[in-house]
């Protein structure tokens, strides 16, 4: 891989140890995949965030980095935090998994991280151009950033992200180079109508399944998608498959028509989605042995002020079961606009909880016992029942709030 002068003397150690070794991490994964030299990066996105995926290796690695005199020098976002960032006591987080959490904080803030723990960082201060080289980990803001915005980032890995934040820079690889861009395999969707909120998620969830890591391009989406709407698509996809990127033609910027997503490319695969399709992996995904509710929890990918009000105006002043939790997971923004907008307390008031800053799967919620978990994400779907214990039913939000307030499934 070609280094400029520079480059090479930060190699050497010009610049201290932790772009040191950055630059040589960076290098060698320049190398493997080829790449022809490093380019500038507009942003990071670090999921070296939560005690629950990072253990005490990752918790160490961070501190060693900060120690060596780490320090991003490109705006940088990071994922949920690990537990409930207002009330982790509240939340039953165990004492020790908070001093972990506490520890992994202290030392990526040393390196200097925006702290809006979230995996929407899209919607904040970390809102990317159309164009723009980025090095995101968190795999649904890396598929929605390619699919949605048309900004440019491979999936990254924690330690990797880190060090493409200490260099601003990160090898010209994959999704970084337009050839590489360009669809693969053909969705025809046969829907005749706007798909509905959980749609959307079940549509991700099985496009995941069907491409892995392939481009896939959509053929036949009506009507408009909302944001959320896409936000959950992403999410579900790069969950049950590694999807990065997805062309939905007339939607998503670089497939304004059918052979712009393609470009040189032709279909090497094709295959067609139906409602019914659709119906049928609801059905699939959801593993619940009877009609309790005992746990509601949606925001994955993190609720936005819009989806924290459709529950509100959903509850229309009704009570959430004494048996069952609701709990909302958001980010920092959205919470201020809910509490400013006296969104927050008409929720609470109805027994929903607030959930700062973290999420179901990466916080501890295996103390609380839940057997059973509703939800209108397909990622949260995806990997509940290994990282929450519980069983899970995926719903739309409307039967999700309906359950809340009855304790159980409506037939
Ligand atoms: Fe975000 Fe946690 Fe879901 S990080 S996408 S809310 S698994």
Known sequence: ???????????NGSRGEAPQLAMEILNKIGEINEAERLIPIQSVHLVLHAYKSAFDAGVEAAEKIA?????????TT???YGMDAEDWKGAKTPEHYAQ???RLENAVMKMGVLPVWTCTPYYGFNAPRFGDNLAWSESSAVAYANTVIGARTNRQTAIVDICCGI???TPETGMHLKENRYGEVLIRLEAHRPLSSWEYPALGYLLGKKLGSRIGVVQGMQGEPRHEDLKSLCAASAASGSVTLLHIVGVTPEARTLEEAFGPNKPAEEYVVTLEDLAALREDISTNKDDKVDFVALGCPHYTINE???VDELLKGRKVHPDTAFWIYANSYAIDLAEKMGIRKSLEEAGVVIRAETCMIISPVAP???KTMMTDSGKCSYYGPAECGTD??????EECVEAAVSGRLSK
């Open 78 to 80: 990071i994922d949920p």
């Open 167 to 169: 260099l601003g820079k």
């Open 308 to 310: 924290m009000v459709r």
């Open 100 to 102: 972990m959490q506490i």
């Open 1 to 11: 891989m070609y280094l400029t002068d520079e480059e090479k003397e930060i190699l």
């Open 392 to 397: 899970i039913i995926f719903a739309g939000v």
């Open 368 to 370: 609380w016992g839940f």
């Open 67 to 75: 120690g060596m005199g780490g320090e991003f020098v490109v705006p």
